[in-house]
């Protein structure tokens, strides 16, 4: 039994997705189609950069979907393998869109705009460098989560990925970003500060959920056709109704993304095929459990072996 993964933002390089662009017209007619949608040359910054404007959310968000989008295409015109009876379809953040998608959720042209919104709102919610992201490494979450709710007025911190065991993500303010990386480092706990744009995933995002939830109200969903697991509830979900409001939860509340890994597991997934650049969601699905089988279809030597 298998789910299929899509990864979201940080996976993202310069070039992504241009061997299947070379090689399929249908996935040239995606691109162009997202840079008439976006109005920008969206597809001449994922080929050529440059990295740090590929690295602004508002672009990054409707980047990695158009390339996780045709490499699905991909896979269910060039292959036997029959990708749509997966168990579960999930994404990490930006990744759930392209999930719905792909399980017919979403149209290709409502993703696009939904994620050009999301990407601009998460941008403006907090004024650039008034905001970060720090990677906690080697801890688990009850450790972090005990430090943060018993100082709050010092760092005014919160949880936003829940990544895998021994890597969590949390969200705040730059000072206290700042202030708890150095306390860390005292107690030898190894963190990372992020390159993102925003501190997303915690309630700095308000103003974000405001616009968001304007803009999914008005947007037509359908029941997928595989069902997908939530990122704010690390459960499936097959209503339509039900995904519009996780989605606006989603801006707001952590990714359960370890939780949701295991429960797949638990309910019976034992291979998970990541659909998208990079192959960051393997790696922390090897953390939470390494007796499981992974594929990663980023390029076509990749789609040659799912094809095997």
Not at 40 to 57: A, M, Q, R, V
Not at 107 to 133: H, W, Y
Not at 261 to 267: K, P
Request: proline share 3%.
């Amino acid at each position: 039994m298998f789910s299929v993964i899509f990864p979201g933002q940080g996976s993202q390089i310069v070039g992504m997705c241009k061997e299947f662009y070379d090689n399929f017209d249908y996935v040239k007619n995606y691109f162009d189609k997202a840079d008439d949608l976006l109005k920008k040359k969206l597809s001449h910054l994922i080929f050529n950069g440059s990295k740090e404007e590929l690295d602004l959310t508002e672009n990054t968000q409707p980047a990695i979907f158009l390339v996780s989008y045709s490499i699905f295409k991909v896979i269910e015109q060039e292959t036997d393998y029959q990708i749509k009876n997966a168990k579960y379809f999930s994404g990490h953040s930006l990744g759930e869109y392209s999930a719905l998608c792909c399980a017919e959720s979403l149209s290709f042209d409502q993703t696009i705009e939904l994620l050009k919104q999301r990407g601009i709102s998460m941008q403006n919610a907090v004024p650039k460098g008034q905001g970060g992201m720090l990677a906690i490494l080697g801890a688990n979450y009850s450790e972090i989560n005990n430090l943060l709710n018993e100082n709050f007025k010092k760092y005014q911190c919160y949880i936003a990925n829940d990544n895998s065991i021994g890597q969590i993500v949390v969200s705040g303010k730059t000072d206290s970003i700042e202030s708890l990386d150095l306390d860390l480092r005292k107690k030898n706990i190894k963190s990372v500060k992020l390159s993102v744009s925003a501190p997303f995933h915690c309630p700095l995002m308000t103003k974000a959920t405001d616009e968001m939830r304007h803009k999914i109200s008005q947007t037509i969903f359908f029941d997928p056709n595989v069902e997908i697991i939530s990122n704010v509830t690390a459960n499936p979900v097959s209503k339509a109704e039900d995904i519009k409001k996780l989605l606006v939860e989603q801006i707001e509340k952590p990714v359960r993304w370890r939780e949701s890994v295991s429960n797949m597991i638990g309910f019976g997934v034992n291979n998970f095929i990541e659909i998208g650049p990079g192959k960051i969601l393997s790696g922390l699905v090897k953390r939470i459990d390494r007796n499981v089988k992974l594929n990663q279809v980023n390029n076509l030597s990749d789609l040659k072996k799912l094809n095997d």
